[in-house]
């Protein structure tokens, strides 16, 4: 490009020390010097001027092809866009109802548990009540025998005692002994009796509340998960201190 500004400077330099034609504005200029430097000029232009020209004759060919090519490309890309939103939604759908029959699985095999264990329960309730039940039947039958049999041994003695006239005055003393120590081993096996229910009754109700409260934290727990997934599904939870589904959180609420 200096090569250019040179031959411009020069040709400049002829046309201005030309000489002038009379009565006009003309002058006369060497024809081979100038005509050099316009050669000069032309080959000190560089070759990207010509592609730059091409590239102008052919401005609206090139527009067009890329117009035409980013056309191409936003559908191409919205197409795709398009097909990645719908694999992403079945994708997401899929996983929401995986996870609705996870839970559902859960709940039920969770609930299915909870039965069981008071179904359990109850059975053994049962079971201990009528053994106890049992137990203190015969533990009062037998203490009532022996009571019994006592104080027919005392009658028994106190008659015979009585029938003797040679010891009646001793037998009086000696039967109301006898009576008096046949109440006291009944009243004492009556005792005996009442504490062994007692305690059997004791261990029975510790055994029935341990079960109670097994069950109840079970189904507690069962229902306390499910308020959970309810008030995430929802997006909010009780109001006031309220407990999902009507319950109280204890796992008292259930027990009749």
């Known amino acids: 490009m200096y090569r250019v500004f040179e031959s411009l400077d020069a040709l400049v330099t002829i046309v201005e020390d030309a000489r002038s034609v009379p009565m006009t504005s003309n002058c006369v200029v060497p024809r081979g010097d100038v005509l050099e430097l316009l050669d000069d000029v032309r080959e000190a232009f560089p070759g ?64 299915h548990e909870a039965e069981r264990a008071v179904a359990e329960g109850r059975r053994q309730y049962t079971e201990l009540t009528e053994r106890a039940r049992d137990e203190a039947e015969r533990m009062t039958h037998a203490g009532r025998a022996a009571h019994d049999r006592l104080v ?80 995430q599904q929802n997006g909010h939870g009780p109001q006031n201190g309220a407990v999902a589904h009507g319950r109280s959180g204890t796992g008292m609420d259930f027990i009749d």
């Open 152 to 231: 027919a041994d005392g009658q028994s003695e106190q008659a015979r005692l009585v029938s003797q006239n040679e010891v009646v005055r001793a037998s009086h003393g000696e039967s109301a002994r006898i009576v008096d120590a046949a109440h006291a081993e009944a009243d004492r096996q009556r005792r005996e009796c009442d504490a062994y229910v007692d305690s059997t009754l004791a261990e029975l109700e510790a055994a029935l509340s341990g079960a109670l409260g097994t069950v109840s934290r079970g189904r507690s727990q069962i229902w306390h998960g499910q308020g959970m997934q309810n008030m």
């Open 48 to 111: 990207e001027l010509d592609d730059a020209q091409d590239v102008l004759d052919r401005r609206d060919d090139v527009v067009g092809e890329a117009e035409r090519e980013a056309e191409e490309t936003r559908s191409a890309a919205e197409a795709e866009a398009s097909e990645t939103l719908q694999n992403a939604r079945s994708e997401a759908e899929r996983l929401v109802a995986e996870a609705q029959e996870e839970a559902a699985r859960t709940v039920a095999e969770a609930r």
